[in-house]
C-alpha cells in the first residue's frame, strides 16, 4: 500500500448559496437554496485513504474558517469552474499566503480546456489536472514524479509543461464507492435540491453521454460521449450500503448524464432497487418507451429530470438535442399516466432563438404541465460547440456567466433579440409556467399533507419570488446586470475577508 500525502480536496467558499464547484453542471447560485453533491471531488477522495473532503458553499464556511481547516495538509486540490474561478483563484493565494510548502492543484473543466491559462492565472497553483482526474491525484498524492504522471500540466524552469492525456477510464467498478466519503465528510441534511424529496443523496453509476448536445459541458469536456458504466451488481450492493448507511435519506439521484442511454442495464439496476425498497430519481431523455417507464415505476422510480431545452424543433436541431417534440410530448403523456413525476428543464437563448420560439417555449412547457420547470440562460462554456459557434459568430454580449450575486447572466444575444430580452423572458417563463391554477394546487396540496414539506416550500417559495424580483429590478430598461469588475472584486474582498 503507497503512502499519500495527506491531501484536501475543496470545494472553495464563493458567492453566498454558489452551487458551483463539483457537482453541479451549470455553477451559479439557484433560484431557491439547492446544492449538488460534490461526487467529482469525492471520488479522488475515495482513492487516497489519507484525504478530507471540504465543500465550503454547501456548509456555509467562509474563507477564514476554511483556511483554518486547512492547516496540516501537504497537498489541496480545489475543483474550480468558469464562473468561478477568478474567485477560486484568490482562494488558493491565501492558502498559499498561509501554508507556503502545501501544494495546490486544480482540476474541473475549465482547467481540463484551458490548462495554459489557468496555470498562467496564478503562481499560486502548481498544477492542474486534465480530463478524467481521479487517478491522476491520486498518483500526485503518492508522491510519483509528476513527469510520469498523465493528465497534468505545471510549470518547469519557467515553462509550462503538459504532459500527455490521461486516458479515460474503462473498469468504473474499479473505482471505490463516494459513499463511505459523503458519510465521512459532508453534512448530507445541508443539501437540497427543490423537487428531491430531503435528506436526499446523489451519485454516478456511469460517465460520459452518447448525444451531442452543443452546449452541454461535460460530455465535451471531461466524461466524453461513450456512456461507461458500473456493473449493474456493483450499483445494487452500493445501494445497499448506501440505504443502511442513510436511513434518513428519502430518496437517491443518479447524477449520470443519462442513465437511460443504456436502457437494459438501468432496467436490470431498478429491479435490484425494487427488491432493496429504494426511492430513486435519475436523469433521462424525453424518449424513455413506455414499457421501461412502467419497469422503473414498479421498482421505486419517482422522478425523471428531463432536459427538454426548447420547444421549437428548428433549436432542438440546432443544438443536435436529437429528440422530437412529439415524442416529448408523448413520454411526458406516458410518465403522467404512470405518476412518474417530471423536473423539465428548458433552456433559452439558444441558437436560432427569437421572441417567437421563446413564446413557443412557454406554452410548450405549460401544455406539457410537468411537475416543476428550470428556466436557464444559454450559457457557452469554453471547450463546447456551442462556445466556439458563438465566439466565431459574434454572439457574445459579454464574458461573465454569472452576475454579481452568482445567479445566472446572459451573455449570448442574437441580431434582432438582445440579451435583455432573453434575461427577461427567464422570469416571464417561471411566471407564466407556475401562476396557473395546476402547479399552485400542487404545492398547496403537497403542502397540506405535510407540515415538513409546509415549512420547506414556504421557504423556498419566498426565496423564488425574490429571485423573480431581483431579475426583474435588475434587468429594468432591457439591459442585463452586469458583474462588473469592481463588482467582482469587492466580493472576492468579501471572501476573503471571510464574510
Ligand atoms: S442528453 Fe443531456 S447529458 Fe447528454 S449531451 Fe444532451 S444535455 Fe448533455
Known amino acids: 500500500m503507497p503512502t499519500f500525502m495527506r491531501t484536501l480536496f475543496l470545494n472553495p467558499p464563493s458567492y453566498a448559496g454558489f452551487d458551483g464547484g463539483a ?3 451549470y455553477q451559479a447560485t ?22 478530507k473532503l471540504i465543500d465550503a458553499p454547501a456548509d456555509g464556511l467562509s474563507l477564514a474558517q476554511v483556511l483554518q481547516m486547512a492547516r496540516g495538509f501537504d497537498l489541496c486540490i480545489l475543483h474550480t469552474s468558469t464562473p468561478s474561478f477568478d474567485n477560486d483563484v484568490r482562494v488558493a493565494e491565501r492558502l498559499r499566503q498561509e501554508y507556503p510548502k502545501m501544494l495546490i492543484g486544480f482540476a474541473g473543466a475549465h482547467v481540463a480546456v484551458l490548462p495554459e491559462e489557468s496555470l498562467s492565472a496564478s503562481k499560486a497553483i502548481d498544477f492542474v489536472a486534465r480530463e478524467e482526474f481521479d487517478y491522476t491525484l491520486r498518483e500526485v498524492a503518492e508522491g510519483r514524479p509528476w513527469a510520469e504522471i498523465d493528465g497534468i500540466s505545471y510549470r518547469l524552469n519557467g515553462s ?8 479515460l477510464i474503462e473498469n468504473m467498478d474499479a473505482l471505490p464507492s463516494v459513499v463511505d466519503v459523503y458519510k465521512r ?8 435540491i427543490g ?27 471531461v466524461g466524453g460521449h461513450v456512456y461507461r458504466t458500473r456493473s449493474p451488481q456493483s450499483v ?10 442513510f436511513p434518513q435519506v428519502k430518496e437517491f439521484f443518479f447524477d449520470d448524464d443519462t442513465f437511460t442511454a443504456d436502457l437494459p442495464r438501468a432496467a436490470e439496476i431498478a429491479r435490484g432497487l425494487g427488491k432493496l425498497g429504494i426511492t430513486w430519481s435519475c436523469n433521462a431523455r424525453a424518449n424513455v418507451p413506455y414499457e421501461y417507464l412502467e419497469l422503473f415505476k414498479e421498482n421505486g422510480l419517482r422522478l425523471l429530470l428531463v432536459g427538454y431545452e426548447s420547444g421549437n ?18 413520454f411526458t403523456r406516458n410518465c403522467r399516466k404512470l405518476g412518474i413525476v417530471i423536473h423539465g428543464t428548458f433552456i433559452l437563448g439558444l441558437p436560432g432563438e427569437t421572441r417567437e420560439t421563446m413564446e413557443q417555449t412557454i406554452r410548450f412547457a405549460c401544455d406539457l404541465d410537468v411537475d416543476t420547470i ?11 460547440e456551442l462556445y466556439r459557434q458563438a465566439s466565431h459568430s459574434g454572439w457574445f454580449k459579454k464574458d461573465e456567466l454569472v452576475r454579481n450575486d452568482g445567479t445566472q447572466a446572459a451573455t449570448i444575444e442574437y441580431p434582432g433579440l438582445t440579451a435583455g430580452e432573453i434575461n427577461d423572458a427567464v422570469a416571464r417563463m417561471y411566471a407564466r409556467f407556475y401562476f396557473r391554477p395546476a402547479p399552485i394546487s400542487r404545492i398547496v396540496w403537497a403542502m397540506a399533507k405535510d407540515s415538513r414539506e409546509r415549512k420547506r416550500r414556504l421557504r423556498e417559495g419566498s426565496e423564488f419570488l425574490s429571485y423573480l424580483w431581483n431579475r426583474k429590478k435588475g434587468a429594468s430598461n432591457g439591459r442585463t446586470p452586469s458583474t462588473t469588475a469592481a463588482a467582482g472584486v469587492r466580493r472576492e474582498e468579501e471572501v476573503l475577508a471571510g464574510r
Open 195 to 221: 423537487y428531491l424529496k430531503h435528506p436526499y443523496v446523489s451519485l454516478y453509476t456511469g460517465r460520459g453521454c452518447p448525444a451531442r448536445c452543443t452546449f452541454c459541458l461535460w460530455p465535451q469536456t
Open 374 to 384: 428550470q428556466v436557464s440562460l444559454a450559457a457557452a462554456y469554453p471547450g463546447t
Open 30 to 51: 439557484r433560484e431557491i437554496r439547492s446544492f449538488w453533491y460534490p461526487t467529482w471531488l469525492a471520488q479522488p477522495a475515495a482513492l487516497n485513504p489519507n484525504s
Open 160 to 167: 509550462i509543461v503538459h504532459n500527455r492525456d490521461r486516458a
Open 185 to 192: 465528510d459532508l453534512t448530507i441534511d445541508a443539501y437540497y
Open 313 to 330: 424543433q428548428q433549436i432542438l436541431n440546432n443544438i443536435k438535442k436529437g429528440i422530437r417534440l412529439d415524442i416529448a410530448r408523448e
Open 23 to 25: 457537482g453541479a453542471r
Open 236 to 245: 445494487v450492493s452500493e445501494m445497499a450500503k448506501a440505504k443502511a448507511g
